[in-house]
């Protein structure tokens, strides 16, 4: 059995990895109509971009078709300090490692633990239990632009007074 150990920043939690409008999550029309990815937060991506590299830097060479293809156990040390319960941030944890491809898919999760301990970071230790391969993970998302704001009332009125100006 393989043990895989990565040390990560702390991620946003699942509640702010979509961009949010008013108050409200915001869903592209496409994201509507079949249910497809909404917009990620900015925040997000600036940490799956760090973070990315960062695997990268602590896993070179990983293959394409997953470090670990089967069955796994996690551990996951989180630091004292950390606001909230634990399972805000494993979301954003798992597709990390999927995108990375360090675990193929994060259905292959067959033991897991977690632990608060003394630390800045985020400890994520993996241990491969061998195992038949697992199908490739189908969720691969990818982000959109975010959609232009609507112009306020006082701007079309302008707009309207520049083109009643331009016309005559």
Known sequence: M?????NLPLPPTA??????QSGRMKVS????RFSSPVTLSETYKAWLDKAGWIVRQQIPGIPADGLIQGRFS???EYPL???GDEDAYEKPLFDLLERMN?????????GHEVARVDRQDVLILLTD???PPLPVSTKRRTWSKPR???PTAGQIARIHKLRARVMF
Not at 2 to 6: L, Q, S, Y
Not at 29 to 32: D, I
């Open 15 to 20: 509640n702010h990895m979509w961009q949010h």
């Open 74 to 76: 996690v551990r996951i």
């Open 102 to 110: 360090v675990v193929r898919n994060d259905r292959g999760i067959y």
């Open 81 to 83: 300090v950390l606001r």
């Open 129 to 131: 239990l061998g195992g």
């Open 29 to 32: 029309k496409t994201g509507k």
């Open 148 to 150: 232009p704001k609507r």
């Open 2 to 6: 393989n043990t895989v150990a990565i």
